[in-house]
């Protein structure tokens, strides 16, 4: 994964900061907690994502994405949100450039 930046695609270079994104909420443990995704949405996502202001909308986005029950969010659940999103903004703009 030490590509160059020149030779990586847009993709790719997404894919990384997806990545680097998340361990900088997460830290070293690689998991996030209900604090953090907040955090993480609120300041990375906030122009796809409503702040999250309720702490109802909170638990309810978290027991939504917390699949194993652990009370945190690892890399495979966070990459179920950024799907999702992904996937709300493709059908509202399918043609974006």
């Known amino acids: 994964m030490e590509a160059s930046k020149e030779s990586m ?3 790719e270079s997404g894919m990384i900061s997806i990545i680097r994104i998340f361990h900088k909420y997460s830290g070293h ?3 996030l907690k ?3 995704l907040k955090a ?4 990375e996502m906030n122009h796809f994502i409503m702040k999250i202001q309720e702490k109802e909308t909170l638990d309810e ?3 939504d994405l917390d699949q194993n029950g652990d009370l945190e969010i690892d ?3 966070f990459i179920t ?3 999702m999103v992904t ?3 493709h059908e509202l703009h399918p043609q974006a450039t």
């Not at 993480?40 to 300041?43: A, E, Q």
């Open 29 to 31: 443990k690689c998991n």
């Open 81 to 83: 949100l950024i799907a």
């Open 34 to 36: 209900k604090a953090e």
């Open 87 to 89: 996937s709300a903004c």
């Open 9 to 11: 695609s847009d993709l």
């Open 61 to 63: 986005l978290f027991a």
């Open 75 to 77: 890399f495979k659940e």
């Open 40 to 43: 993480l949405i609120n300041n």
